[in-house]
């Protein structure tokens, strides 16, 4: 069973920062890809930022210059640091991951439970 678990979320105005964080535990092999997406009312879930192993980190053209995403390869945890928000960054925020339960076994992507970033005007 593997798990992925996000927290950092919450309610800041516009220009504030968060930093959300995400841990992949249980049975774990290996992760490979971690990223964020995220979903706001009445929109469908999209990419924020992805970090591929060996690659460089790909944003989303809206959060570009603004966030920035990294890992900690030891704690299997990836973390989206958002600053200057903006209103129109408020969504439900889920983290994802392609991991390798046992070895021999493919990469299998899993989601965590989403975490609420509300930004005020």
């Known amino acids: 069973q593997v798990q992925l678990v996000e927290s950092g979320g919450g309610l800041v105005q516009a220009g504030g920062s968060l930093r959300l964080s995400c841990a992949a535990s249980?049975?774990?092999?290996?992760?490979?890809?971690m990223g964020w997406y995220r979903q706001g009312p009445g929109i469908p879930r999209d990419l924020v930022a992805s970090?591929?192993?060996?690659?460089?980190?790909v944003y989303a053209d809206s959060v570009k210059e603004r966030f920035s995403i990294s890992r900690d390869y030891a704690k299997n945890t990836v973390y989206l640091q958002m600053n200057n928000l903006k209103p129109e960054d408020t969504a439900v925020y889920y983290c994802t991951a392609n991991v390798v339960p046992r070895a021999g076994l493919r990469p299998f992507p899993y989601w965590g439970q989403g975490t609420q970033v509300t930004v005020s005007s």
């Open positions: 970090l591929r192993i060996g690659a460089s980190p």
């Open positions: 249980g049975t774990i092999a290996r992760v490979d890809d």
